[in-house]
């Protein structure tokens, strides 16, 4: 007789649910299963992993955009602009300093 008759699954309870929504999720990104059941990414490189994080990203940004607007105005003068810079590398030694 099998030891685990008591064991019964769940199909509707909390963690069950998650797994599905889940799931779910990984396959509207377009994730697929091989043989060994493992996900497979739905192609290679980082365009498809940018391509999977886009929603999320553009989220977030959407998320702070109240932040953004109250705040980029006093911390844009913080930030380099990138023509030109005062920091160099001491060849020698490897330490980034002032010039």
């Known amino acids: 007789m099998c030891d685990q008759l008591g064991v019964v699954a769940r199909p509707f309870d909390k ?3 998650l797994k599905r ?3 779910r999720h990984f ?3 377009g994730f697929t299963k091989n043989s060994e059941g493992e996900l497979v990414l739905p192609g290679e490189g980082k365009t498809v992993i940018r391509q ?4 999320q990203r553009r989220d977030r ?3 702070a955009q109240p932040f953004l607007e109250r705040a ?3 911390a844009l003068p913080y930030f380099a602009d990138g023509c030109g810079s ?3 590398r001491d060849p020698v030694s490897g ?3 002032v010039e």
């Open 95 to 97: 330490v980034i300093g």
């Open 72 to 74: 980029l105005s006093r």
């Open 15 to 17: 963690e069950a649910a």
């Open 27 to 29: 396959k509207t990104l």
């Open 86 to 88: 005062a920091w160099k």
């Open 21 to 23: 929504a889940i799931r």
């Open 61 to 63: 940004l959407q998320d």
């Open 52 to 55: 999977l994080h886009r929603a």
